[in-house]
C-alpha cells in the first residue's frame, strides 16, 4: 500500500474503533507525524490514563506500553512489533531487584520508567527523566535504591546530594554519545548552545549547557535565547525541534545516535496493528496492581 492510503486506512480504522495512537519523541518521522500526540515517558503515560478510546496504539518501546497498559487497564493497548524493547530496561530484573533490596534492607527504591513491569511491582516510586531530581527529592530518605540506570543516577545524586545505590545499568545509545562528538560539533558551531539529556555520561553533562528530557527539550526550545543547539540524545527528537522552532538550528551531537527499537514501528505495522488489534501487551493482574502505585506517584511529579 502507497503511504498516503496507508494512513487514510489507518485513520479510518482509528475512527471505526474508537483507537488513538501515542508516539514518543524518538519515534520515525513518519509515525510523529501519524499521531494523535507526541511525547516524552511522562507525557505518554499521562495521556495513557486520560484519553478516552477503546485502544491505544502505542508507538515506542515495551515498558511505555506496559507502563500505559498498568494505568489503563480496560483499554486494549498495542504496540506494532513486540521486539521493540529497551535494552536498559532489559538490564535489571525483579530477581536483580529483590537481591538488591537483600543488600541494603529497608531503604527506599526509586526505578525509572525504563524498567520492566516486575520491577516496577518492587518499586516505592517510579520515576521519568523529566522528574527524578523532584521524586528523590520529594523523600525524606537519605539513602535510596535506584535503578537500572547509572548515568540518570549519578545526575540525581549530584543534584540532590543523597547517596543512591544504582544498579549499573545504561541506554547503550547515550553511553555511546561522547565528549569528542561534543567537542567536534562545538568546534563546527562555536556559538551553538549543548543540550543532553539525563542518560548521557557524567564526562558527557560536564560539557552541557542544559540537561534536559525529551519533553522538556520541546518546551525549552521555543523560549530559548539560542538560535543554534547541539542536541546530545536519540536524534529522533529533531524532527518535532526543527518543526516547531523552523527560526533555530539544531544539530545532532552524534548522528548515529539511532535507537533501532523506537524505530522497529513503521506506518504498515501501525495499520496491521489496528487492523488486527494485536500485538497486544499484557500485564498480568498481581503485577499490575503491585506496579501502579509506584506510577501513580510518577505522574503527579510535573
Ligand atoms: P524521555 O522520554 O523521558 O525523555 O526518555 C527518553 C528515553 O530514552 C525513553 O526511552
Ligand atoms: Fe531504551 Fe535508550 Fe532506546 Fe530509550 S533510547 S528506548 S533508553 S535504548
Not at 109 to 134: G, M
Not at 193 to 207: A, I, Q
Request: proline share 5%; net charge positive.
Amino acid at each position: 500500500m502507497k503511504k498516503n492510503k496507508l494512513v487514510e486506512e489507518i485513520n479510518r480504522l482509528k475512527r471505526e474503533k474508537r483507537a488513538v495512537i501515542l508516539a514518543h519523541n524518538y519515534q520515525p518521522e513518519e509515525v510523529q507525524d501519524l499521531a494523535d500526540f507526541v511525547g516524552d515517558s511522562l507525557e505518554l503515560s499521562r495521556k495513557a490514563a486520560e484519553v478516552e478510546a477503546d485502544i491505544i496504539v502505542f508507538c515506542g518501546v515495551h515498558f511505555m506500553a506496559e507502563t500505559a497498559k498498568i494505568l489503563a487497564p480496560k483499554k486494549k493497548v498495542l504496540l506494532p512489533d513486540l521486539r521493540a524493547r529497551c535494552p536498559m530496561a532489559d538490564m535489571v530484573t525483579g530477581d536483580d531487584l529483590r537481591w538488591m533490596k537483600g543488600q541494603h534492607p529497608g531503604k527506599k527504591v526509586v526505578a525509572y520508567v525504563n524498567t520492566t513491569a516486575e520491577v516496577k511491582a518492587e518499586t516505592d516510586v517510579c520515576c521519568t527523566s523529566a522528574n527524578a531530581v523532584k521524586v528523590v527529592s520529594s523523600l525524606p530518605e537519605e539513602e535510596i535504591i535506584f535503578v537500572p540506570d547509572r548515568n540518570l543516577g549519578y545526575y540525581v545524586s549530584q543534584k540532590t546530594g543523597k547517596k543512591l545505590h544504582v544498579w549499573d545499568g545504561y541506554c547503550p545509545i547515550h553511553e555511546d554519545i561522547r565528549p569528542k562528538h561534543i567537542e567536534k560539533m562545538k568546534k563546527k558551531h562555536p556559538g551553538a548552545e549543548v543540550w543532553t539529556h539525563p542518560e548521557c555520561r557524567p564526562d558527557v553533562l560536564s560539557l552541557a549547557d542544559r540537561i534536559l528530557s525529551t519533553g522538556q527539550m520541546i518546551k525549552e526550545a521555543p523560549k530559548s535565547g539560542a538560535l543554534e543547539i547541539i542536541v546530545a540524545t536519540e536524534v529522533g527528537i529533531l524532527h518535532r525541534l526543527r518543526k516547531e522552532n523552523p527560526d533555530k538550528r539544531f544539530y545532532p551531537a552524534r548522528e548515529k545516535a539511532v535507537c533501532k527499537n523506537m524505530k522497529r514501528i513503521n506506518l504498515r505495522k501501525v495499520y496491521k496493528a489496528l487492523l488486527l488489534e494485536r500485538p497486544e501487551v499484557i500485564v498480568e493482574a498481581g503485577i499490575a496492581d503491585r506496579a501502579r502505585e509506584a506510577i501513580n506517584q510518577m505522574v503527579r511529579f510535573v
